[in-house]
């Protein structure tokens, strides 16, 4: 039976072009309060002198710090630092923040959007590129805050706690590095940019490490989105990872009624019957899967045709 699941501070110029390839976004020439953003925003977060080279982990602990968790650079140096880059890659940072329970969520690549995890108290670690186009030098920051008034932005970066520098200066180099861009919301919440398959996508990463931290994500998740088919799928996964059988049932049987011409649902409900020994409701269901998939989803015959073997062993 199957369940189904719906940058470093310095790097040669070859190697970063074939690493941070990514679409750049947009700098709206008028960021106004009018948009929606408070003229000024400054979200507060541990700050780490950063050591040669250490930028990426000087940054994640700061906002890690800002979620909660108690780390330093040194802890971390060993998860996100490769000495023969001199620097941390951005997958290694993100696995970094998923390894203590975080969903780490990369944002949409445009300023407007880092600007308002600011506004909502959320600090922002960004990926510049301080040398040039053709020879780079890249470092990781932490955005912790802005003054639209000012056109400035403040940093914390190397060695300087809250750096103040032009919003435009700062636009530049973070564009030269792809304008990527990573928060770290704390247990309960959510990014205030969040879209939700993406989101969902950084809770499902999230599962494979640390189930219980994800099942939270997934229940914020279904505060925002509560009709998400792949949040309700994403809660019972996890439960189910964790040994809930019952909790992962409840879930599955409330997808499968909040979207009854979901194959998925019906087959994960029907997995989770048979382990809970309901096996005529678990033939029902993944009958019901096997009507609604045809031949589209291989998975729902198998779950069928094992419920069926499990009553012939009896």
Not at 44 to 59: L, R, V
Not at 152 to 164: A, F, K, P
Not at 175 to 190: D, H, K, N, Q, S
Not at 249 to 266: K, N, Y
């Amino acid at each position: 039976m199957s369940l189904l699941r719906g940058g470093t501070c310095r790097w040669t110029a070859a190697l970063a072009l074939t690493l941070l390839l990514s679409g750049c976004g947009t700098l709206s020439p008028a960021l106004r309060p009018g948009d929606g953003l408070p003229q000024q925003a400054y979200a507060g977060a541990p700050f780490f002198a950063q050591e040669i080279h250490h930028c990426g982990p000087s940054a994640l602990a700061g906002a890690l710090g800002a979620s909660g968790v108690t780390t330093t650079p040194d802890a971390l140096a060993p998860q996100v630092y490769l000495p023969g880059r001199e620097g941390s890659l951005q997958l290694e940072l993100v696995a970094a923040a998923r390894g203590a329970g975080r969903i780490a969520y990369v944002l949409d690549p445009a300023l407007e959007d880092a600007l308002r995890e600011v506004a909502a108290g959320r600090p922002v670690l960004v990926l510049q590129n301080l040398g040039l186009s053709w020879y780079p030098r890249w470092h990781y920051a932490l955005l912790v805050g802005y003054d639209l008034e000012a056109r400035s932005v403040t940093l914390h970066s190397g060695t300087e706690r809250d750096y103040v520098t032009a919003l435009a200066t700062f636009d530049r180099t973070w564009a030269r590095a792809g304008r990527w861009a990573l928060v770290i919301p704390a247990p309960g919440t959510l990014p205030a940019t969040a879209r939700e398959l993406p989101y969902i996508a950084a809770a499902a990463a999230l599962e494979r490490s640390d189930p219980v931290a994800a099942e939270a994500a997934y229940d914020t998740a279904l505060v925002r989105w509560p009709a998400s088919l792949p949040a309700r799928l994403g809660l019972g996964n996890a439960r189910y990872a964790r040994g809930d059988l019952a909790g992962a049932e409840a879930a599955f049987s409330a997808a499968a009624r909040a979207h009854p011409d979901a194959a998925v649902a019906h087959n994960n409900h029907a997995h989770v019957l048979a382990r809970l020994g309901r096996r005529a409701e678990a033939q029902a269901a993944a009958r019901r899967a096997v009507e609604l998939a045809g031949d589209s989803l291989p998975e729902a015959r198998r779950t069928l045709d094992e419920i069926k073997g499990l009553g012939a062993r009896d």
